[in-house]
C-alpha cells in the first residue's frame, strides 16, 4: 500500500484539477484547475522514473550501480519550462474591461 502512495497522490491532484475545471465557472479558477492538472502530471512522471536505492544519472568514473530513468526528469522539467505558458496567454481575457469608468475608457482610445 505504501509503495502504491504516491500514484494515489497523482490521481487525487489530477482529479482535483478536473473537477476545478469542470465545475468551477470563473475563467481565474479554470486556470488554477489547467495548473494542478499540470502539476500532478508532473509529479506522475516523476514517480514513474523514480527507482528505489538508486543513484542520480550523473556521468561519473563509478561502478555501474542502478540509476534512476532520466526521461521523467527530463520530460518534467521541459513542462515547467513551458507551463507557465498558458497564464499569461489566458489572463487578458479575463481583464475586467466592462468596469473600467468611461473616462478612463475614452482617454485611453484617444476619444473627447
Known sequence: ??????????????????YTILLKKDLIKIIMGISIIESGVNLFLIVLGYRWDS?????????????????????????????WQPLPHASPTYLPVHKTPMSARQQTAGVK
Open 1 to 18: 500500500m505504501i509503495d502504491n502512495l504516491p500514484f494515489l497522490v497523482v490521481a487525487l491532484t489530477i482529479i482535483l484539477g478536473l
Open 55 to 83: 543513484i542520480a544519472p550523473i556521468f561519473t568514473g563509478g561502478p555501474s550501480l542502478k540509476m534512476v530513468m532520466p526521461t521523467g526528469q527530463a520530460l518534467t522539467l521541459t513542462s515547467i519550462v513551458t507551463g
